[in-house]
Each structure stands twice: as structure tokens, then as C-alpha cells.
């Protein structure tokens, strides 16, 4: 190959290389307009409060759990009546996720697509953890989060569609199924919020026990 073929094949892979998305770590989701939304999605309600009720099918059993949901600033926290010893280690692994307003310090963020509908970001840990990557799918129009997509590093695939309800003019989880599938454990499960509270005082017993 001579030295000018060479020089034109250079050029041509580097031009090759600009086009393409951007790196996570040069994800800036200020530049983003659906970002934006969700970070500011019920940005109103200083607390809330709800009650839950969830029913999980497995292979070998299925379980109900019953409690109440804490929201407060970019926290939560749910506290179950009582937990039998068949939900103990479900409910004790069950992955969770900071609000949107905490992404951009614990993650870094790619962008995979977006149209009118739906925008899809991949957040990545950037700590070590059990969890390798969340793909979490947003309305586009409205900054709503319609699902989530966890992928652990023990090869456990957890997705959760959600869906909401108006109250007071806040867009506030009504409900979501659950599918958990790998490491030998296939299961589902439904969640219901109910009986909402904006603006409720949350005992000081629940923020500590959160921290």
C-alpha cells in the first residue's frame, strides 16, 4: 500500500469515527429537551405518601405484600406490613434506582434512540455494583417513565412497566408489572398504588432508617 493509500484510508475511518454518537461520558443531557422533562416531572409535591400492594407469582410459590410508599425530595422508601419468610430475599434484592435528578453523579448516560413517542437511555454505574447497565425508556412528550430495564452482572434481566394516574395535577405511579427472569428464577409481579397523599409529614424514623 503506498504511503498516499494509506493517508486517504486514515482519512477516511477518522471521518467514519466523527459520525458517530457520542460517547456516555459526552452525553449532555442539558442539551436534551426529554431529559429535561423528566428531571422536572412532579417537581411540585414537597412528600407523598400511598399504599401498596404487591402480588408475585414464582415457580415454586407465589406472595402478597402490603404497605405504604414514602416520598420525599429525590428519596423513597416503602415499608411492608409484614414480609414472609418466601418474600424475604426478593424483596431484600430488589433493585432500585435514584430519581432522574441524581443520574448524571452516579452514571454515566447514552443516549440508544428517540423518536416522537418514546426516548431510551442506557445509565451505567459508575461505581461497581451488582447491577452492570438500567435501560430506562421516557414518553418523549412528557418526560414520563414508562419502563425500566435492569441487567445485573449475575446475568439477571429485571423489567418494569409502569403506568400513572392524574392527581392534583401530578403524573404518579398507578401501577407496574414486573418480570424477573435468570439465574434459574423466572417470576412476576403486579404492584398497586393507592390512597395518595401529597405533602405529607414523613416521620423522621423513615428518612434516617433510608440513609
Not at 55 to 74: A, D, I, K
Request: charged content about 20%; proline content about 5%.
Amino acid at each position: 500500500m503506498t504511503r498516499l493509500t494509506t493517508s486517504l484510508v486514515l482519512t477516511t475511518v477518522m471521518t467514519f469515527l466523527s459520525s458517530l454518537p457520542a460517547a456516555a461520558d459526552t452525553f449532555d443531557p442539558s442539551s436534551d429537551p426529554v431529559f429535561e422533562k423528566l428531571v422536572h416531572v412532579n417537581a411540585g409535591p414537597k412528600s407523598y405518601t400511598a399504599h401498596v400492594d404487591v402480588e408475585t407469582r414464582m415457580f415454586f410459590g407465589h406472595f402478597s405484600l402490603h404497605g405504604t410508599l414514602y416520598n420525599w425530595g429525590n428519596e423513597s422508601k416503602v415499608v411492608f406490613d409484614r414480609v414472609p419468610a418466601l418474600a424475604k430475599s426478593a424483596v431484600d434484592h430488589q433493585p432500585s434506582i435514584e430519581a432522574p435528578a441524581e443520574w448524571t453523579a452516579r452514571y454515566t448516560i447514552a443516549l440508544l434512540g428517540q423518536t416522537p413517542q418514546t426516548t431510551t437511555y442506557r445509565l451505567t454505574p459508575r461505581e461497581a455494583v451488582d447491577v452492570r447497565e438500567v435501560d430506562v425508556t421516557v414518553q418523549s412528550a412528557t418526560g414520563v417513565i414508562a419502563q425500566y430495564v435492569w441487567s445485573t452482572a449475575g446475568g439477571m434481566t429485571i423489567t418494569t412497566d409502569l403506568t400513572y394516574e392524574s392527581i392534583d395535577g401530578y403524573e404518579l405511579v398507578a401501577s407496574t408489572e414486573t418480570d424477573t427472569r435468570g439465574g434459574g428464577l423466572h417470576a412476576h409481579s403486579k404492584t398497586n398504588f393507592s390512597n395518595y397523599s401529597l405533602n405529607e409529614s414523613i416521620p423522621d424514623s423513615i428518612i434516617s432508617s433510608a440513609r
